[in-house]
């Protein structure tokens, strides 16, 4: 995308928030009068909140430049009331990727995901506001699902997105973000053949190697092969392959492995954690292992 792009939509977040805000500010304002401390009431806008997005938003974009464009933008609508917060968004190659990073980038691969079949399903919605409920609250959700609305009214180059994501996530990150777009496209009971390809065109952009995607991708598409396609071995492995197999992916899908981007993440990294330890069960008990 270009700059102009990137400035255009951090510019109607911005105009958003910031007509929110006065009123919200009003409001405010008067109830503080009444308590004669004006720093006693806050928005309900959070204002942290609006860099959590602002930073968001340059970084899934624009990289550090745009990182450095949201933030900016981020600051504005928050009245740029705390000191020393410019430097709480360090955007620079190789910086461990913060919680909003990785809400901005699922948004935005969501979005490609939810058109990838032409249509926009309810339960695709519902999914997408119900997994950020769980793990963010509903008054960061509130705010998230307006800026996913103004994704899915963009054209998406998912090439250059999931590059730019590949850059400053870590392998762990971008599993994740991978299992989610999994959970969206099953969000019918059904995944669509163009949801899919949309899925492994992202995945191959996010440098996912093909096992790894095979791995998250039998955990929703289900067959007779689906349990050892998780653990990435073929049915024909011994015992003792399918042992390592599993302390192997049970470190790689660990929740600990997503801990930088929060407790909201790490918790919905379970949901990975358990379909890996359901699938060794499931083999084990096929082969009347103990």
């Known amino acids: 995308m270009s700059i102009i792009v990137i400035l255009l939509l951090a510019a109607a977040v911005f105009y958003y928030f910031s007509g929110n805000s ?3 500010y009003q409001k405010t304002s008067q109830t503080s009068f009444k308590n004669k401390n004006p720093h006693t009431q ?3 806008n959070s204002t942290n909140y609006g860099k959590w997005v602002g930073g968001g938003l340059g970084w899934a974009f624009g990289g550090p430049i745009g990182g450095m464009v949201g933030f900016m933008f981020g600051s504005m609508f928050d009245g740029g009331s705390e000191k020393g ?3 709480s968004h360090p955007y620079q190659k190789g910086t461990p990727t913060q919680s909003g990073d990785f809400s901005m980038s699922l948004l935005v691969l969501a ?3 939810m058109k990838a079949d032409g249509i926009v399903k309810k339960s695709e919605l519902d999914y997408v506001k119900r997994f950020f409920t769980n793990n963010f609250g509903e008054g960061k959700t509130n705010q998230l699902m307006l800026v996913l609305r103004e994704f899915l009214k963009k054209d998406i180059n998912i090439q250059d997105i999931s590059i730019q994501i590949s850059q400053y996530m870590d392998y762990s990150g971008r599993l994740q973000l991978l299992h989610f777009l999994f959970g969206i496209a099953k969000s019918d009971d059904h995944i669509d053949s163009s949801e899919a390809n949309m899925i492994q065109d992202i995945a191959g952009f996010l440098k ?4 790894d995607f095979q791995s998250v991708k039998a955990m929703f598409v289900k067959d007779t092969e ?3 396609r998780i653990l990435e071995i073929n049915s024909s492995a011994t015992d003792e392959e399918l042992k390592k197999a599993y302390k192997k992916m049970a470190i790689k899908y660990h929740p600990d492995k997503v801990s930088h ?3 909201d993440v790490m918790r919905a990294a ?3 954690f358990q379909e890996l330890n359901s699938a060794y069960d499931e083999i084990k008990k096929q082969r009347g292992i103990k």
Not at 208 to 211: I, Q, T, V, Y
């Open 22 to 24: 006065k009123k919200t």
């Open 42 to 44: 806050k928005s309900t």
């Open 85 to 87: 917060n410019a430097q």
């Open 111 to 113: 979005a490609a995901v």
């Open 208 to 211: 996912l190697s093909k096992e």
């Open 226 to 228: 689906s349990a050892y």
């Open 261 to 263: 981007l929060g407790e």
């Open 270 to 272: 379970e949901d990975k």
